[in-house]
Structures are given as structure tokens and as C-alpha cells.
């Protein structure tokens, strides 16, 4: 198969993780045992996987991998990659191999190109909605459990930006926080004391006020949480360059291009993983002729 672009291409060993797990799932205690009575154990196969709706492709390494656990010598030809565009009836791969793999793997492989095509194409739209602006379309940490790579991958290949991927790859003081340590300057303070050279620093503030009381101990970003149009205006302009600025909460597709206006640099969207519509995918068998067992030596 083609790999994906090297942006998109995940771990291998995170990917086949995933994708055993959804496996063992799936066949529980014994098996497939709708396949296993129905396919004799030689029969080989051919299949088509096409869109039934426009947008962009995501899961293809997590698609082929499903296969691939299921029988190492399966051929997959990807005819349109992650971050690939597509129209209704595209054709996005073809596999073949052996029958009974290929029909105990593909749920598995669906659910995963379904979901992360639909987070891919919906973090599209709003990526074409703020065209021509700077901002820039991120994701959150709001993703299903034990997916979050492959999800913020799907963004990836959507257009999109990641934010953090964790609680340890950045600092990023929420309001909570805030409570908790007794005020903005004592949570900078503290985080700046902490923080190694290398992370960065980000604080969320509602009001202008809590941004001049932040913007005061040099955070590296701030986070404009829920604010009006008129007021990230302001906020925008108050940072001046200073740090980078991030607009948060109200965020949809008929709001994002008057946030993106106000001249942010970024808009977060939890969204785009958690809400993002199953992306119409399937996958069909050759018809035309039986299903074929291998040949054997003479």
C-alpha cells in the first residue's frame, strides 16, 4: 500500500495497539463465528472500499493494519491517502486476500475510517471557514479514551493544528487552576518556577481584566475563554504580539469566521473530536464471480 504523508503516519506499534484492542473486542472469546461456519478457511477474496459522501479520508494505516493482523499477505492498493479529498462514489482502496480476514476485520477497520474520516471532514469546513485569516483551526483534549492520537491525527489530516496531546506536554492553567492556587499571579509564579525551559506556558482568562493581570507575568499563550466578538477585539489588541492568543468556547461554523476576524491566532474547537458525524464509508465484495478458494499444489 502507499504510506500516508509522513505527518500523518502514526507509530506503528501505537497504531497496532489500537487496533488489536478494537480486534479483541470484537471477537470476544470465539471468534467470528458467522465467518468461521460460513467461508472455508482457504477461500480468497477481493473488495472495494468507496465513499458514499464528499470529504476528506483519514485511518487508512489503522484500516490496513486491521487487515493485515488478519492475514500478513493481504494486497491493499490505497487509491486516495489520509488527507485525500473525496467525492461521493470515490474509490478510496482495494484489498485482497483472504476471505474470512477480510470479512472478520471489517467493522473493525470501518469504525475506524468512518470516525476518523468524519473528524477529518468536519475539521475541513472549518478550516475552509477561516480561510484567508490567520487563525488557525486546533483540536482539544476532549477525544474518545485510548483514541486520542489517531483522533488528533484525523485532524491532522483535515487541515487542522494539534493542541496539547496530554497533561505533560504543556503547561495550561485553567480557571480551576487559578482557584486552586490562589489567584493568576501565584499560579504563574508557581508554573514559571516549575516549568522546564522547554514548555510552554499558557493561562485562560475570561475578562480583560484577568488578561492584564496575566499578560503581566509573560505567559507564552493566553486562552480567551468565551468571550464576545467585540471583546476578543479588544483582547487581541491588548496582547499586541506578546503572546500567542487563543479563542475558546462558542465556537461553531456559523460563529468561527468572526472569531477568526478578530485577528486570533488560534481557534480550539472541541468539536472536531467529539461531536464530528460518522463519515458514510463502505465496503463490497467483488460480485460477478463465487468467492474462490486458493489454489493448491499439485
Known sequence: MSAPASDLRLPQPLVDEVVANALAEDLGLAGDITTDATVPADARASATIAARQPGVVAGLQL????FEMLDPDVQIDVRIG?????????????FSGNARALLTAERVAMNFLGHLSGIASLTHRYVEKVAGTRARIIDTRKTTPGLR???KMAVRAGGGTNHRFGLFDAVLIKDNHIVAAGGIAAAMQRARAAAGHMVKIEIEVATLQELEAALAHAPDAVLLDNMSVDTLKEAVAKVAGRALTEASGGVNLETVRAIAETNVDLISVGALTHSAPTFDVGLDF??????KPAARDA
Request: net charge negative; charged share 20%; proline share 4%.
Open 149 to 151: 492520537a489517531v483522533e
Open 286 to 291: 467483488e460480485t460477478g464471480a463465487p468467492v
Open 82 to 94: 489520509d488527507g485525500g479529498r473525496v467525492g461521493e462514489g470515490a474509490v478510496i482502496a482495494t
Open 63 to 66: 484500516v490496513a493494519t486491521a
